[in-house]
């Protein structure tokens, strides 16, 4: 098994390409989910460093909190500060798991290239796309008004230099069984290793 970790940029369709390859039977590592549970986990932290008005019930609302980081750079270098060792210690967990009982698994990890964790001796898949195409999946699947998406995909290292600095792009710009044909050429790639 390639030791791999899939990321691109907002709205490049990593999460269908993880989809398909889960039902291929490969484990999915979610860094976004673990950093939402350990969210909840440190919901308290949050309220200190953010406000009480960011939790609701114990756990962060993030749609509000979202709105904050992408839009004020210093609140996203604190979140970041306080998620991505916990995320990155967690994900490194569930890898070893994986690897112990010889499960064919990937890691997720949207912002990989803006977290300052690495992970020696991985290989990168980037998914990319057009910014049109980018901008048009994140309005249907978050109904976020232009500047807001604008703001999203403007937080996040750009894709040309995530293609540069990878080892396997999928280019997602065409339909879903072209996306389905190139996750079966990835999902040989991870195994053939």
């Known amino acids: 098994m390639r030791p791999t970790i899939i990321t691109g940029g907002i709205g490049s369709g990593k999460s269908s390409v993880c989809e398909l390859l889960a039902k291929k039977g490969v484990e999915i590592i979610d ?34 909190l979202g709105k904050k980081i992408f839009n004020d750079k210093a609140s996203k270098d604190k979140l970041e500060e306080l998620l991505h060792p916990l995320v990155h210690q967690e994900i490194t967990l569930r890898w070893d798991s994986c690897k112990r009982v010889k499960k064919l698994c990937v890691i997720d990890i949207p912002l990989f290239f803006e977290s300052k964790n690495r992970y020696e001796g991985f290989f990168i898949v980037v998914v990319s796309t057009t910014l049109a195409l980018q901008k048009e999946r994140i309005k249907k699947r978050d109904g976020l008004f232009e500047d807001e998406i604008d703001a999203r995909i403007n937080s996040q290292i750009p894709l040309d230099f995530k293609i540069k600095n990878c080892d396997y792009v999928i280019e997602n710009i065409k339909d879903l069984n072209h996306l389905k044909h190139e996750v079966d050429k990835l999902y040989r790639w991870i195994k053939e290793y």
Do not use: M, P, T
């Open 31 to 64: 860094a976004d989910k673990i950093a939402h549970e350990l969210l909840d986990k440190n919901s308290e932290k949050v309220a200190n460093i953010f406000g009480k008005e960011y939790v609701l019930n114990g756990k962060v609302d993030r749609k509000s």
